[in-house]
């Protein structure tokens, strides 16, 4: 496998961008102001950053968070 790379640089680098984008768009991040709802196919799976009026806000869920890429969209 590391021969096919190593012959094939152009390859390689597509896959490392590959790799990167799928990377980047796992982990979005919830500003402590705001609140997310991740979906998956069409419904609702839970709330990044929910409101929570005994609690102050930002001191739950704000931050990155993990997501299922092509799957999962924050909302």
Same mark, same amino acid.
């Given at each position: 496998?590391?021969?096919? +790379?190593?012959?094939?640089? @152009? *390859? !390689?680098? =597509?896959? #490392? @961008?590959? *790799? +990167? =984008? @799928?990377? $980047?768009?796992? $982990?979005?991040? =919830?500003?402590?102001?705001?609140? #997310? *709802?991740?979906?998956?196919?069409?419904?609702?799976?839970?709330?990044?950053?929910?409101?929570?009026? !005994?609690?102050?806000?930002?001191?739950?869920?704000?931050? +990155?968070?993990?997501?299922?890429? $092509? *799957?999962?969209? =924050?909302?």
């Amino acid at each position: 496998m590391t021969g096919f +790379l190593r012959q094939r640089p @152009l *390859v !390689s680098g =597509v896959i #490392a @961008l590959i *790799v +990167l =984008v @799928l990377i $980047f768009t796992a $982990f979005p991040i =919830v500003p402590e102001t705001k609140q #997310a *709802v991740i979906v998956r196919f069409g419904k609702p799976e839970r709330i990044l950053n929910r409101y929570n009026p !005994s609690k102050p806000i930002g001191s739950v869920g704000a931050g +990155l968070a993990y997501r299922i890429p $092509f *799957v999962n969209d =924050v909302v």
